[in-house]
Antibody, heavy 119, light 113 residues
Framework: EVQLVESGGGLVPPGGSLRLSCAAS????????MTWVRQAPGKGLEWVST????????DYADSVKGRFTISRDDSNNVLYLQMNSLRAEDTAVYYC????????????WGQGTLVAVSS | DIVMTQSPLSLPVTPGEPASISCRSS???????????LDWYLQKPGQSPQLLIY???NRASGVPDRFSASGSGTDFTLKISRVEAEDVGVYYC??????????FGGGTKVEIK
């Protein structure tokens, strides 16, 4: 059974940093692209970043480019999102999701972790 | 980035009746390989999103056959043949191509009348 468990969320002041983790199990982690998607309170879904299988290429939404870094540890089946220079508008639930095939289609999602940026 | 526009914003439905949601993209999602790169997701209340449809019209594993999707290019439709109470939630379309900037539609909230 595929499981994705996010952690690392919390309250952080503007300008601060946070690192999210997503522990994956139930599939061959290094074979699949992984993605972070966020959802601001009461709002819709926003793609944040994707990393290819085996630490392949990375892509970022313009809204986080230069501030966030996606990475993966294929030895321990963990996906990361390093978030720097956080802003109030980064407040959201952050979901990690597993990709299928060569596109960004997401077939499994974690339960999400809440990041709140506030002073 | 490609802009995805869904309608309606809200859709009150009667159990047992059909329902339909539209999604339009600002650029064609029809690839030269013949695939339409358009997914549909459902986020039930208090839950994470779940994949319903990928590549325009392919049901994901475990998705009931009352869900179907069609369309090509820039116009797509998700249909529920007979709505059940468990189908309530927010439906999102998404174009999944990272090189174009993955984008979601704004969502359509389906609720029981």
């Amino acid at each position: 059974e595929v499981q994705l468990v996010e952690s690392g969320g919390g309250l952080v002041p503007p300008g601060g940093s946070l690192r999210l983790s997503c522990a994956a199990s139930g599939f061959t982690f290094n074979n699949y692209a992984m993605t972070w998607v966020r959802q601001a309170p009461g709002k819709g879904l926003e793609w944040v970043s994707t990393i290819g299988g085996s630490g392949g290429s990375t892509d970022y939404a313009d809204s986080v480019k230069g501030r966030f870094t996606i990475s993966r540890d294929d030895s321990n089946n963990v996906l990361y999102l390093q978030m720097n220079s956080l802003r109030a508008e980064d407040t959201a639930v952050y979901y990690c999701a597993k990709g299928i095939g060569s596109t960004g289609t997401l077939d499994y999602w974690g339960q999400g972790t809440l990041v709140a940026v506030s002073s | 980035d490609i802009v995805m526009t869904q309608s309606p914003l809200s859709l009150p439905v009667t159990p047992g009746e059909p329902a339909s949601i539209s999604c339009r993209s600002s650029q064609s999602l029809l690839h030269s390989n013949g695939n339409n790169y358009l997914d549909w997701y459902l986020q039930k209340p208090g839950q994470s999103p779940q994949l319903l449809i990928y590549l325009g019209s392919n049901r994901a594993s475990g998705v009931p056959d009352r869900f179907s999707a069609s369309g090509s290019g820039t116009d797509f439709t998700l249909k529920i043949s007979r709505v059940e109470a468990e189908d309530v939630g927010v439906y999102y379309c998404m174009q999944p191509l990272q090189n174009l900037g993955v984008t979601f539609g704004g969502g359509t909230k389906v609720e029981i009348k």
